[in-house]
Structures are given as structure tokens and as C-alpha cells.
């Protein structure tokens, strides 16, 4: 039976947007190489802001903002841009971008615990399946972290697995976007919940990037730095978060997190062929594991007629 045009549009934005937040994950290691964490948050959030003003005026058939809305929106913002930022940047520079994706296919299970945690929600042996593999996979990844040795004069050797628990609040940070989302969907339009948990993010970023940037000398940072942070800030702040809510807002949750599949995938093919990272034995294994758990957590089990 042929899809109607609207939900193919949907599943289009939902595959669209998963792939570009692994490629920025994974494009993240490189500018957090010049740029320090705060900083770098900072100008995503204010760039990201200029290119949405537009996006920030209430349509005029929006009802008014509930005061339970309006927290929402502030947890949306605060665990989903601004902890979700910290953590990805640190955890991404001590880490391999590989590394992220394969613990970044967890988010789906953990949206599942979390709903089971926090909304009572019931989830079935598959789901528990799902999370045993997510923990697997990570545990492979860290053996193969383990026999792997240091760069040459690397600063950070031996700080992979604190790269990899960053990573993972990422994980749960970005699981509490997406339950917190489907609930902004009902009541404000993609492109003001994009804009809107933007400006929230700069506002919590500006103290600490602020007095960072007094710091810094710009001038060290090369043009094309530039435009990598240019493409990170439009791709993390405004392309992502409005393909995604444009999607979620017509598609069950439970059906959009398949495409998280493309999060993983993304990231790691961009740490293999941009990046020149490499895949052993034991990460390929630790892949193929998370992606394992990744569907189990979100295909649709097969209906009884």
C-alpha cells in the first residue's frame, strides 16, 4: 500500500534530521580541537539564534503558554540543547566519533526506560532485549578502547572512558528531549519550538561563553574552522530541530525513533571517511550489537489481524 505524500514527507524529515545530527556529532571532534567547549556552545546558540529571529514571533492561532508549557520548554531547552551540548563536545574530544555513534544507538531503549520510569508506560521483553544489547555493545567498546594504544604525545590518553560517560549523558539527555518534544508538538509549531528552546540554550550558555571569549584569541582559527562551525551551528541549532519536530508532529514517537537508526550510521561512517578514524575488530562487533538492540527498541511488532 503506497505511503500518502505527507507521511513519506514526514518520514523524510525524521531520516533527514537523524543523519545530520551524527554528522555534526562526529564533525564536533575537530572544532572542539580549536575551540573550547563553552565557547563553541556559545557561538552555536547565538548563530543558530540570528538565523531563527523570524521563527520566534507567536502565530497568531497559538493559544497563550501554560505555566506547565513554559517548564517544559525550559527542561526542553536545558537538558536537550544546553547539558546535551556540554556533554557531546567534551565526551566527542576524548572519544572517537565511531565511539559516539555506537553509544548514541541507545537513545531509542533509553526513551523506553524512561518512559516506563517517569510516565508509567509498560514496555515489553524486546524493549528489556534492547537495553541488554545497548549495554553489551558499550562494554565491547570499552575493551576495544582498552587495548588500544595512545596517539603520540596525546594530552588526553587514557581519557576515552570518561569520553564515553559524557557520551552517554548525552544519550539521556537527548531521550529526555525526545519525550519532552512529543508533548511540545501539540501545542506549538516546529519552527517556534526550535527557535524558542534556541534562545533558552544561549541565554544558560552566555555567562560561561562570554567570559571564555574574553579569552580567546580569535584570530588563531583557521577560515575553514569557520565554516565548519557555520554548518554545526545551522545543522545543530535549526536544521535538525525543525526536521525532527516537523516529523514527530504526524508520526507515533514510538515509529520515529526507527529512524533514529541513521544517528549511529552517519556518525560513524563520517569518523571513517572524513575523519580517517578506523574500525577494529571488536568495534565492528560492538556496532553491529548496539544496532541490534537500536531495532529491537523501535520496529513495530507485528499486530495480530
Avoid at 551551528?233 to 537508526?261: D, E, I, N, Q, Y
Amino acid at each position: 500500500m503506497t505511503k500518502p505524500p505527507g507521511q513519506l514527507l514526514a518520514y523524510g524529515s525524521l531520516a533527514l534530521s537523524m543523519s545530520l545530527v551524527g554528522a555534526y556529532v562526529a564533525l564536533t571532534k575537530p572544532l572542539a580541537m580549536v575551540l573550547p567547549v563553552f565557547l563553541l556552545g556559545w557561538l552555536r546558540f547565538g548563530i543558530g539564534g540570528i538565523a531563527m529571529l523570524r521563527w520566534l514571533r507567536k502565530p497568531a492561532g497559538e493559544r497563550p503558554l501554560s505555566s506547565q508549557t513554559r517548564k517544559l520548554i525550559f527542561l526542553e531547552s536545558f537538558l536537550g540543547n544546553f547539558l546535551f551540548t556540554l556533554c557531546m563536545i567534551m565526551g566527542v574530544s576524548l572519544t572517537s566519533a565511531v565511539s559516539a555513534g555506537v553509544i548514541m544507538s541507545a537513545i531509542p531503549a533509553m526513551v523506553a526506560l524512561m518512559s516506563w520510569i517517569f510516565l508509567k508506560e509498560e514496555i515489553g521483553p524486546r524493549v528489556w532485549a534492547a537495553v541488554a544489547c545497548g549495554a553489551l555493545g558499550i562494554g565491547l567498546l570499552s575493551l576495544a578502547q582498552a587495548g588500544e594504544p595512545g596517539q603520540p604525545g596525546d594530552s588526553k590518553e587514557g581519557l576515552a572512558w570518561l569520553g564515553n560517560v559524557l557520551i552517554f549523558g548525552a544519550v539521556l539527555c537527548e531521550a529526555s528531549y525526545a519525550v519532552i518534544g512529543k508533548k511540545l508538538t501539540a501545542v506549538m509549531s516546529p519552527k517556534r519550538i526550535s527557535a524558542v528552546i534556541n534562545l533558552w540554550g544561549f541565554a544558560l550558555m552566555t555567562p560561561f561563553g562570554l567570559y571564555t571569549a574574553l579569552h580567546f584569541d580569535f584570530t588563531a582559527v583557521r577560515i575553514e574552522m569557520w565554516a565548519l562551525l557555520l554548518f554545526y551551528a545551522l545543522a545543530a541549532s535549526v536544521w535538525t530541530v525543525w526536521l525532527w519536530m516537523t516529523g514527530l508532529k504526524s508520526v507515533p514517537a514510538s515509529r520515529a525513533g526507527v529512524f533514529t537508526v541513521m544517528l549511529p550510521i552517519s556518525a560513524a561512517l563520517v569518523g571513517v571517511l572524513v575523519l580517517g578514524e578506523t574500525l577494529s575488530g571488536l568495534q565492528v562487533i560492538a556496532f553491529v550489537i548496539a544496532l541490534a538492540g537500536l531495532l529491537l527498541a523501535t520496529l513495530p511488532a507485528r499486530s495480530a489481524a
